[in-house]
């Protein structure tokens, strides 16, 4: 199958060319955006709300589990208070 020409393409004359290309590549070539305050303050807003859905569920009987260990004045010795110090500054820096 063979596809011919269905009409006569003629070049743009030179003035009919409305030489905008000039005025274009004369301009800064960098761009910007600035934000308002009330933008800013609602993309905050929307990362916490994120961080709040992505946190895990509070286990009730988890927490009455830890507040008794708590409780127990055996439970808090110096190897317990170094390793959650670990967890916290692991947690931290991670």
Do not use: C
């Not at 609602?42 to 260990?69: F, G, M, T």
């Amino acid at each position: 199958m063979t596809i011919d020409r269905v009409g006569h393409v003629e070049p743009i004359p030179p003035e009919r060319r409305t030489g905008r290309s000039a005025q274009v590549e004369g301009r800064d070539k960098s761009d910007s955006i600035s934000l308002s305050a009330d933008a800013v303050i609602k993309a905050e807003i929307y990362q916490v709300v994120e961080l709040i859905k992505s946190a895990p569920e509070l286990d009730d009987a988890r927490i009455a589990e830890l507040r008794q260990k708590i409780d127990d004045p055996n439970y808090l010795n110096d190897k317990v208070i170094s390793a959650t110090a670990d967890n916290i500054l692991g947690a931290w820096f991670a």
